[in-house]
């Protein structure tokens, strides 16, 4: 089931990530980080990185594309978030799965928040514009935070199931 049937996978999840980014939601309550680390968790390295961005730029072309330097924060913040699942990949229980999805959601909300401040105009450029940065940006790391739990936990947890019930079905039909 598994090798054979991934492409599907794959091929729905960006669908996920494009439809959910399309359509109207709350601010950074999105499937990509949970997508991102999916790839790292069960697909080749390659694949993994290729998901992601793939579901990303599907996207980006219906909801417009913005400044390539902080298009690049956020792109660079769900492929680490690959990484991150790529190393929990080889330890794979609920606790490491939890706490790579939090991390992700905590390095999505430094990377981006600390470009908002390198590259944008909202804030000085010191110490206490970066400061303000991450404090205007914490209501925003909510949604990220309860967004990435949630649907790290239904797409994740869906392919735990899965997985559970192809083994169980290959192995009735052995016997």
Do not use: C
């Amino acid at each position: 089931m598994f090798s054979s049937n991934i492409m599907v996978i794959a091929i729905l999840l960006i669908l996920l990530g494009v439809i959910s980014r399309i359509f109207p939601h709350p601010a950074n309550f999105a499937p990509i980080a949970a997508i991102a680390l999916f790839g790292g968790l069960y697909l080749s390295k390659k694949m993994a990185f290729i998901l992601p961005m793939a579901a990303m730029l599907v996207s980006d072309i219906f909801v417009g594309f913005y400044s390539w330097k902080m298009m690049l924060a956020v792109y660079t913040s769900f492929l680490l978030v690959v990484g991150i699942g790529i190393l929990v990949k080889q330890h794979k229980t609920f606790g490491n799965v939890l706490i790579g999805t939090l991390l992700g959601s905590v390095l999505f909300f430094l990377i981006t928040n600390g470009a908002v401040w390198a590259f944008g105009t909202m804030y000085s450029h010191s110490f206490g514009g970066l400061m303000q940065s991450y404090l205007m940006g914490i209501p925003f790391f909510k949604n990220t935070l309860l967004g990435d739990l949630f649907y790290t936990g239904v797409i994740v947890g869906s392919m735990e199931v899965l997985m559970i019930y192809s083994k169980k079905l290959v192995a009735r039909q052995s016997i």
